[in-house]
């Protein structure tokens, strides 16, 4: 062991800080901009109705499951994986719950470095060149810009994460979330009361049965899945920094909750505002990721308040990037800690190195390095298709499979019933045993299928 490593695992201080840091990792960039662009194109209220219901059943089980044998066994996923056998099989179920989250975190800094270049422009006050159409593109074009939002994104980081667990993750995520929520509140009152914007409020909440179809369910399935941090080792880490007395079931319900009420308002930030500003068509809603650096800018420069709107939104959206990806650094920081016997210190470095080398590809891919594809795809989407698309169906997958033919359902319960009633544990064992690697094959096979262009979501 190094010098600067720790003896003895740290843990949360207390289920407050264990839960804003899970909420914190689960409330990010895909909450802001995917959930009301997908309830938009999928019907509305029916849309989250189904969402609510994969979220308190299916999302419920996955996190019960990571979380619980994160403290059971003390582990960041590759331990936790290996406490129950050494043969390949369960090195590889470890290791690939233990590679998405630094993946991820890399192209996910990028973008966090975008937020941070608009949550600057909207302070120095640029909220009329914001509007332009051309201003992302210009942006992201710029190799130097771009690189430099993206590090100093990078930087603030992995100064949270070596300030350790209770000093640093618990502590901003205690106060990065409220915060979160009221800015959030802020912008979404100030969204519902635009001209026109209570026809968004409808559009969002009244089920739309003219929309719904089986690719409802999918979507939802596939937001519910990437938006809960499942598979990407969070819960495992954050779980093995659980003590036993720690009530899991109450934690995750509060998990749950932050994180739907944080899609939710999300949803009435958005959608009443494009529908107030594009004059009541939703076809402004469905343009992806481009929803929040493009046309979100217009429609607060079409505002009375537009710039104090704009700062409070990409605040928001900086903290939900920025406690993401603290968690994805955490769990890459914990994996060499605990399999390459490295000091936090160290361990922090080697994240640092992969974040940079990685995520500059990310970050150059629509400047000096446009010209180089990766099956059909940036470097950025490229690096997002594979770890979402492909790795994290497969590592719940693994997930599932570990606990079914090898931990035992009885083995879950008697470790959740350390500190929990776990109420909701006849829902755990159906859908653990029955419904949730079905779901996960739907995800994965429906993922990779739409990124081919074979089906549209």
């Known amino acids: 062991m190094n010098q600067d490593s720790h003896q003895q695992r740290v843990n949360f201080s207390s289920r407050i800080g264990y839960v804003m840091a899970a909420a914190g990792s689960a409330v990010g960039l895909g909450n802001i901009w995917r959930f009301p662009y997908l309830a938009a194109k999928y019907g509305g209220g029916s849309f989250l109705i189904i969402y ?21 066994t003390q582990k960041s996923p590759v331990g936790a994986f290996r406490h129950f056998g050494d043969s390949f099989s369960y090195k590889f179920g470890g290791w ?18 975008w937020v941070l270049k608009y949550l600057v422009s909207y302070v120095t006050g640029q909220t009329k060149a914001m509007a332009n159409d051309v201003f992302f593109s210009h942006f992201i074009g710029q190799s130097a810009p771009t690189e430099i939002y993206f590090l100093i994104f990078t930087a603030i980081t992995i100064l949270v994460i070596l ?99 944080i899609a939710v308002l999300a949803g009435l930030m958005i959608i009443p505002a494009v529908f107030a500003f594009s004059g009541g068509t939703p076809k402004a809603l469905q343009v992806g990721p481009s929803l929040m ?11 009375g308040l537009g710039t104090i709107a704009g700062i409070a939104f990409f605040l928001l959206v900086f903290i939900a990037a920025l406690t993401s990806a603290i968690a994805l650094a955490e769990s890459a920081v914990s994996t060499f800690e605990d399999e390459l016997g490295m000091g936090r210190i160290s361990a922090t470095l080697l994240i640092t190195v992969i974040i940079v080398g990685l995520g500059s590809l990310s970050s150059l891919g629509y400047s000096v390095l ?3 594809k990766v099956l059909g795809m940036d470097f950025l989407d490229f690096f997002d298709f594979i770890s979402n698309s492909v790795m994290m169906p497969i590592a719940a997958i693994a997930t599932c499979v570990l606990i079914l033919r090898r931990v035992s359902l009885q083995t879950i319960a008697d470790e959740i019933k350390i500190s929990s009633e776990f ?35």
């Open 293 to 303: 650096f493009v046309t979100i800018p217009k429609v607060f420069a079409s505002m």
């Open 163 to 261: 300030i350790g667990v209770q000093k640093g993750i618990e502590r901003i995520s205690k106060i990065g979330m409220p915060v979160l929520i009221v800015l959030g509140i802020f912008v979404a009152i100030y969204s519902m009361t635009r001209p026109g914007a209570v026809e968004g409020i409808k559009y969002f909440f009244i089920p739309n049965f003219h929309n719904f179809s089986w690719m409802t369910i999918v979507a939802a399935m596939g937001q519910m899945f990437y938006s809960l941090s499942i598979a990407m080792g969070i819960l495992y880490t954050f779980g093995s920094y659980l003590t036993k007395d720690m009530d899991i079931e109450k934690s995750t319900s509060q998990v749950e909750f932050f994180d739907t009420a």
């Open 52 to 72: 609510l219901i994969l979220v308190y059943t299916f999302g419920y089980t996955m996190i019960m499951s990571e979380t619980t044998l994160g403290r059971m």
């Open 370 to 372: 446009g010209g180089i």
């Open 96 to 113: 690939i719950n233990a590679v998405i989250p630094m993946i991820i975190v890399s192209y996910y800094s990028v973008i966090g470095g």
């Open 423 to 457: 109420k909701r544990q006849k829902i755990y064992n159906l859908f653990i045993k029955y419904f949730c690697i079905i779901f996960l094959a739907i995800i994965l096979i429906s993922s990779v299928l739409n990124v081919f262009g074979i089906i549209k979501m």
